[in-house]
């Protein structure tokens, strides 16, 4: 069978392989589109194969939100440079895996990668990450996945900063002011909480937090003012570590849960952060 331009053309937008390789591909398969596709999956997972070793420590972090805001997902997808991280193929691979971890409520890598690729179901997400890496040329990595839910009564939020390099989601009380949303899930990319509230620090951390806190004070003191010190840095702990106690970073002398009683009363519920290079990559 004669392979024609418009077939070559068709096959390259479907797997994004080059111009000789689709040649090629549809040579071997007789002009067949699929079988060629098949041919071309199979030499980009070899080649894939051969990338994975490299380094990827760039890439994006991406957030998802369903129209009706009770669903939501994060991904952060590595690769190896920032060029590579801002082309359109790649913006929309990560989006495509963040909105499926949205729509499925995925929450870990493994599970994400065993699953279905909701763009191309014939195949695996990890098939899906290798077919990507044969196309750009680059080791890609899926690194973390974060799903987030919100029930009758809440509401998500979420923001993306430095162009992907950070990303948020919020849980809020239904009915929060939509700029006290945004005005928080920011709060969260520049503070980095690490707790919500001082009730959701774990017993360890703060047991921890407190054995510094004594050897730090001179020997000597009252064991009653020893006592003082320690939970007076507890609470400094508290207001370091807990996005209810933190300062508010747009105003600094009012803490975020003094902010949200101020302009409405919404609650936060729960959040999450991602910042890009702190799911590890390879």
Partial sequence: MAITAAMVKE????????????QRALTEAGGDLEEAVKILRKKGLSAAAKKAGRVAKDGLVVVAVTPERDRAGMVELNCETDFVARTEQYQAFARSLAEQVAAEQIGDVE??????YAADPGHTVAEAVASQIA???ENIVLSRVLAMRAESGEVLASYTHMGGKIGVLVKFTAGADEDVMKDVAMHIAAAEPRFLAPADVPEAVLA?????ARAQVPPGKPEQVVAKIVEGKVAKFFEQACLL?????????????DMLAARG???VLAFARFRLGE???A
Avoid: H, S, Y
């Avoid at 921890?208 to 510094?212: A, G, K, S, T, V």
């Avoid at 106690?245 to 849960?257: A, I, L, R």
């Fill in 11 to 22: 096959l390259r937008e479907k797997t994004g392989a080059g111009m000789m390789d689709c």
């Fill in 111 to 116: 599970t994400m990668k065993a699953a279905a």
């Fill in 135 to 137: 196309t750009i040329g």
């Fill in 208 to 212: 921890e937090e407190r054995e510094i």
């Fill in 245 to 257: 106690e933190q300062p508010f970073v747009k105003n600094p002398d009012q803490k975020v849960k």
């Fill in 265 to 267: 009363g919404a609650r």
């Fill in 279 to 281: 799911g590890g990559g």
